[in-house]
Structures are given as structure tokens and as C-alpha cells.
């Protein structure tokens, strides 16, 4: 699924990965530090032979400010496609888990069904009974609303 997805990305996505992986990275912390370092000991007058251009440091802020707004929208565009994909994953994680659930409880009701027609005798098992019920994805995640409700309650 991940190759899949990986390979079904748009051009966009693509660009936004590569520029936020590269923006992750300890060359873009290098190749920032060596750029925005050398700006300012060139506009201190630090550097000789190099004539200041930048005294008051706006052109470095605003250049500075431009790349952010540009830098955190490309990493947003990357966490928004990795969302979509943790959902979907997410998703297919329930359905596997709600289809391993229900092959469990048939799997107990037959085991039960087993042990009456031999004669084994197990006695009236509460656990045994639920075990053969299917779960109701809805009421567990109610049951989990609630105890978020009262958690809250209790925290407020």
C-alpha cells in the first residue's frame, strides 16, 4: 500500500515532499547557516573588502519571513497527504480487526456448539457467552465518548 501510494502521488506532492524532506535535513541547517551567517557578518562590516548592502537586516527579515510562510506550507501540504494515508490505514486496521473479532466469536460459539454435542461439560460460562457475541463497533465507541466526557468533566 505505501509503494502504491507513494507511486500514485501528484507532482505536487511529490515537489512538497522532496522540499520539506530536504528542509528536514542537517545540509539545509548547514546551507542556512553558512547563508544567513555570512549576510550578517558581511552587513556588520565584518567581512573585509565587502561593502555592507543589508545595515538594517529588513531584506535578510523579509527573506527570512518569505521562506517560512513557504517552507510551512509545503510541510503542511506533506502532513495533509500523510493524514489521508494514516486514515486510510487507520480504517483498514478497524476493518481487520472487527473481521478478526467476528471470526473469533464464531469460532467460540462453534467451539461450544462442540463441546454440547460430545457432552463436555464446561458449565454456564458468562465469558464463554460474550466471547460469542459479536462486538458493536457503535457501542464501544460510545462507551469511549463517554469516558472522554467524564475525563473531561472531572479535568475542567
Known amino acids: 500500500m ?12 511529490r515537489i512538497a515532499d522532496s522540499i520539506t524532506g530536504f528542509t528536514g535535513s ?18 556588520l562590516g565584518l567581512v573585509p573588502m565587502v561593502q555592507p548592502f543589508d545595515t538594517s537586516f529588513v531584506v535578510l527579515a523579509m527573506l527570512a519571513s518569505v521562506e517560512a510562510i513557504f517552507l510551512s506550507t ?10 489521508v494515508e494514516t486514515d ?8 481487520i ?5 467476528h471470526e473469533v466469536s464464531q469460532a467460540v ?5 462442540i463441546a454440547d454435542r460430545i457432552g463436555a461439560k464446561h458449565g454456564p460460562h458468562a465469558a464463554i457467552e460474550e466471547a460469542k457475541q459479536d ?17 473531561n468533566t472531572e479535568i475542567a
Open 97 to 101: 480487526s472487527l473481521l478478526a473479532e
Open 109 to 113: 460459539a462453534l467451539l461450544d456448539a
Open 74 to 83: 509545503f510541510v503542511l501540504i506533506s502532513q495533509n497527504r500523510m493524514m
Open 26 to 43: 542537517m545540509t539545509f541547517v548547514a546551507l542556512h547557516a553558512a547563508l544567513f551567517g555570512g549576510w550578517i557578518l558581511i552587513n
Open 88 to 95: 486510510k490505514r487507520a480504517e483498514l486496521d478497524l476493518q
Open 135 to 151: 462486538v458493536n463497533p457503535l457501542a464501544i465507541m460510545d462507551t469511549i465518548e463517554d469516558e472522554e466526557r467524564k475525563r
Open 2 to 13: 505505501r509503494q502504491q501510494a507513494a507511486r500514485e502521488r501528484s507532482a505536487q506532492d
